[in-house]
């Protein structure tokens, strides 16, 4: 694991590859050779720095819904197709599991 520096765009550009891949942040930066730490303290120091960003959300603002759309299976209506998805939030994480047939 090398010390690199980044200026704010790398920064910008790495946390865009890390939110489109798919995997966890912690699992992204293991495969990346990036330490967690580092990533997630950048995150939050580059996250105060935006206009409206930094400030502890209103309780309207926390209360909403994010839809998640589980990746379209290419060619397969296999009924034993499994989706998980995994969210972390410190250190709780929870997993939930969805077949194809109910997503249709």
Same mark, same amino acid.
Not at 35 to 52: E, F, Q, V
Not at 81 to 88: G, K, P, R
């Given at each position: 694991?090398?010390?690199?520096? +980044?200026?704010?765009? #790398?920064?910008?550009?790495?946390?865009?590859?890390?939110? #489109?891949?798919?995997?966890?942040?912690?699992? !992204?930066?293991? *495969?990346?050779?990036?330490?967690?730490?580092?990533?997630?303290?950048?995150?939050? +120091?580059?996250?105060?720095?935006?206009?409206?960003?930094?400030?502890?959300? =209103?309780?309207?603002?926390?209360?909403? !819904?994010?839809?998640?759309?589980?990746?379209?299976?290419?060619?397969?209506? *296999?009924? =034993?197709?499994?989706?998980?998805?995994?969210?972390?939030?410190?250190?709780? #994480?929870?997993?939930?599991?969805?077949?194809?047939?109910?997503?249709?």
């Amino acid at each position: 694991m090398g010390t690199e520096r +980044r200026n704010k765009k #790398q920064w910008e550009s790495l946390f865009h590859e890390m939110d #489109q891949s798919g995997v966890s942040r912690r699992k !992204w930066c293991e *495969d990346n050779d990036i330490n967690y730490h580092t990533m997630s303290r950048m995150r939050t +120091r580059m996250a105060k720095d935006l206009p409206g960003k930094g400030s502890k959300p =209103s309780l309207e603002e926390s209360r909403s !819904w994010v839809r998640i759309a589980p990746p379209s299976p290419k060619g397969t209506q *296999d009924p =034993s197709l499994v989706y998980t998805l995994t969210i972390e939030v410190g250190p709780v #994480q929870m997993s939930i599991q969805v077949s194809h047939d109910l997503l249709r």
